[in-house]
């Protein structure tokens, strides 16, 4: 803990963002995999057990993003969006087996054009 402390806020505030984000991934569609034939309660009380990680990780980096690092509420979210796909990405592809799909490099594009927005200077 006291290496993650040394970093920069910003990268921080990402590092958390982006273990976070892998919970959240696991916990919103590793159901489908691995509790496929499982009633979907069980599968619901197994993703909330996982997303409590999630929370653990996402609710200091908010905080350290908003308070101490200096990104507006917005710029947390977009931050946050471009590492939900990059991480849904690879997921789906290595975990689930999901082809590749060109859609998801136009889904960057548009996410690069979000980024410039919203920390554009205003």
Not at 46 to 58: N, P
Not at 91 to 116: N, R, S
Request: glycine share 6%; hydrophobic share 55%.
């Amino acid at each position: 803990m006291q290496t993650l402390r040394a970093m920069p806020l910003s990268l921080q505030t990402v590092l958390l963002l982006l273990g976070g984000n892998v919970f959240m991934t696991f916990a919103w569609y590793g159901h489908l995999k691995n509790l496929a034939t499982a009633p979907w309660y069980v599968a619901a009380l197994v993703s909330w057990g996982v997303a409590f990680f999630e929370y653990v990780l996402q609710v200091p980096a908010n905080r350290i993003g908003f308070q101490q690092a200096g990104f507006s509420v917005g710029q947390l979210k977009i931050v946050q969006e471009v590492i939900t796909l990059t991480v849904f990405v690879p997921f789906a592809m290595i975990y689930l087996k999901e082809p590749f799909k060109a859609d998801y490099l136009w889904a960057a594009c548009c996410m690069v054009g979000a980024v410039y927005f919203i920390f554009r200077a205003a």
